[in-house]
């Protein structure tokens, strides 16, 4: 084991250790038209990414604000980190722009059952863990 591999399987025990959140992240699936209700519902997921521990934080404390239609949107961003060795689904599907985040347990309960959509990913040989840009919508 060389040096480098040593401080990254020592940064990614100390990177695991600070996800106490709970999370799902998945590739929604299409929506289901209801015919008892005449509504549109949502589908289950298309793909699931992730089940687990997660870290999730605010990345800036600054909200941006946009127009979607004639509704105002208030755009949150947050880093959602998952750990390192966790394997793409058995499709090979790498998450991408517009997949969910739901945050399922969080000591924090002001967390639990936010839903984050998914902005970017990254990847890294190097990285203690497995970072994921996401957003709040309201």
């Known amino acids: 084991m060389t040096a480098l ?8 025990r100390e990177a695991e250790a600070l996800m106490v959140d709970t999370i799902s992240m ?15 519902v949502p589908g289950g997921p298309a793909v699931v990414f992730y089940e687990g521990t997660a870290r999730v934080k605010p990345a800036q404390l600054a909200v941006s604000q946009v127009q979607a239609g004639e509704e105002e949107l208030r ?8 750990p390192w060795s966790t ?15 739901d ?8 967390l639990a059952g936010l839903r984050l959509w998914v902005q970017s990913v990254q990847y890294s040989a ?13």
């Open 5 to 12: 591999d040593a401080a990254l399987s020592a940064g990614r």
């Open 26 to 40: 998945y590739r929604p699936g299409s929506d289901i038209f209801d015919r008892d209700t005449g509504q549109t």
């Open 75 to 82: 755009l949150r961003q947050y880093r959602v980190t998952i």
């Open 87 to 101: 394997a793409l689904p058995s499709t090979g599907e790498r998450p991408r722009a517009g997949d969910v985040v």
């Open 103 to 110: 945050v399922t347990a969080s000591p924090d309960v002001r």
């Open 126 to 138: 190097t990285a203690t863990a497995w970072r994921i840009i996401a957003e709040e919508r309201s």
